[in-house]
């Protein structure tokens, strides 16, 4: 049995009374045991002294795409078609084994390294197993799939599958991988957005992720264009034609969900869908601001993501979480997306996406230990006295100032040095497999 003490913080809960306490939690395996201000480690303990530090529940991110870390700085300042026609899909359909592998473990490592504990990814159409392979051994937790896309204009050969063919290899992936490691990674079908599917594989995905009891992942009404596109080929708008196939659900995650009209928000009302809210991803493509305050007010599962670094060049949950809320204030005033409602989305409102909320997104007993440990002393988060906490996270902070990110029970960063992932090999192999796609590819540049 391992067991942790980390003693004398400042913890944020999260808990339903979001309690910020002072004292010490204790760990044992991979689960909360005591949380308590006068705890004493027992001698088998391996002890972190956390005075004047701040332990929070670990960042969950709900929309990510690690195939597509190795492209950042590929694709700038472009709109969303634009963006996966030229340069987001052939690059995809330029993956091979070891790119695919090296492009997740560059992104796992951006993430723990920022006190991300759990995602929600995608992946690409070919590969996948070398995505879950890194994830496997970074430690991170994760809901994971391979990319599903058997119709769609202007899509690479390598990228465009036959339907059955698309939905063997979904079954295998899922079969293979789905509650690896006692439930640490598991699978979602991610049918990648509806101008990539026929319904005959929306249709099939619906009734295997019945069958399974999984999740699906995909991309909805993003950009005014892929709306349109929807109209024209399916008779209907984009949540509305999900609902008519009976795909809305509450296992159904939904990135962005910038344009919706009034039927689409109590659709997703209705149905309990979720919804991962993107906003550096939707300002750097130009795709809009989701309404999430009005969301937010009809009790839609809310959350937060990066996207993919190539539509925001970063992975920081601690960006977003700023940004989530300062873009939503010019409109609708000072008061709106406060600190505590952000960092709340950003830990239990992921947790809840993920289908999680009773095992992670925030600290309490009988809860999986997955946690970050923050050190806001520094020049850019003081003073802090008298100051609220959550402003100091959503506002301040930075992932620079997480010094150690621990998932189920397991230091993965400590000292702000990852124990899983070999960096500087990572760094290396990363640039090597760009070199190599971009070779493929002589028209990106």
């Known amino acids: 049995m391992s067991s942790l003490c980390i003693r004398n913080a400042q913890i944020v809960t999260m808990n339903q009374q979001e309690e910020v306490l002072i004292g010490t939690i204790r760990i044992e395996n991979d ?8 705890l004493i480690p027992l001698p088998e ?25 190795l492209f950042r700085g590929q694709a700038d300042d472009m709109e969303l078609l634009d963006w996966l026609r030229k340069r987001i899909w052939p690059l995809e359909a330029a993956h091979d084994e070891e ?73 295998r992936l899922l079969e293979k991988w789905n509650n690896y490691d006692n ?48 109209q024209v080929e399916r008779g209907m708008r984009n949540i509305v034609y999900l609902e008519h196939i009976g795909l809305t659900g ?19 009302r209705k149905h309990r869908v979720k919804v991962s809210h993107c ?26 993501g990066a ?38 989305m950003a830990t239990r409102g992921g947790a ?14 009988g809860k999986k230990a997955d946690l970050a440990i923050v050190d806001l002393n520094d020049f850019h988060s003081y003073p802090s006295s008298e100051v609220d906490v959550y402003g100091r996270l959503v506002y301040s902070a930075t992932r620079a100032d997480v010094e150690t990110t621990i998932i189920d029970g397991k230091i993965v960063m400590r000292d702000k040095i990852i124990l899983t992932i070999d960096k500087d090999k990572v760094l290396r192999e990363s640039n090597r497999s760009i070199e190599r796609l971009l070779q493929k590819l002589p028209f990106i540049h």
């Open 250 to 268: 509450p296992n159904l995650i939904l990135a962005h969900c910038i344009w919706l009209d009034e039927q689409e928000k109590e659709i997703l």
């Open 99 to 171: 790119s695919v592998y090296y492009s997740a473990l560059l992104g796992l490592g951006e993430l723990i390294r920022s006190g991300t504990t759990s995602i929600v990814d995608m992946e690409t159409v070919n590969h996948t197993d070398f995505a879950f392979q890194a994830m496997a051994e970074s430690g991170i937790r994760a809901l994971s799939g391979k990319v599903m896309m058997d119709q769609g204009f202007e899509v690479p050969q390598m990228l465009l599958e036959q339907t059955e063919a698309s939905v063997k290899e979904s079954v």
């Open 183 to 230: 439930g640490r990674l598991q699978y979602a079908f991610c049918p990648r957005f509806v101008i990539s599917c026929t319904e005959n594989l929306l249709i099939q995905v619906r009734d295997l992720s019945q069958h399974y009891g999984v999740k699906v992942h995909t991309h909805a009404s993003e950009n005014q264009k892929e709306i349109e596109i929807v």
């Open 352 to 365: 809840e996406v993920m289908g999680l909320e009773d095992q992670i997104g925030s600290i309490e007993v």
């Open 45 to 69: 303990d391996e002890v972190i002294e956390a005075a004047d530090k701040i332990v929070i529940p670990g960042l969950i991110q709900t929309h990510v795409h690690l195939c597509q870390t």
């Open 307 to 344: 996207d993919g670094a190539p539509c925001n060049n970063n992975l920081d949950m601690f960006h977003e979480m700023r940004l989530s809320s300062n873009i939503q204030k010019v409109q609708h005033g000072p008061t709106a997306m406060d600190a505590k409602t952000v960092f709340r």
């Open 31 to 38: 689960r909360i045991v005591e949380i308590g201000p006068n």
């Open 279 to 304: 906003p550096g991803s939707n300002l750097k493509l130009a795709s809009g601001i989701a309404e999430v305050p009005d969301l937010l007010s009809r009790d839609v599962a809310l959350s937060l």
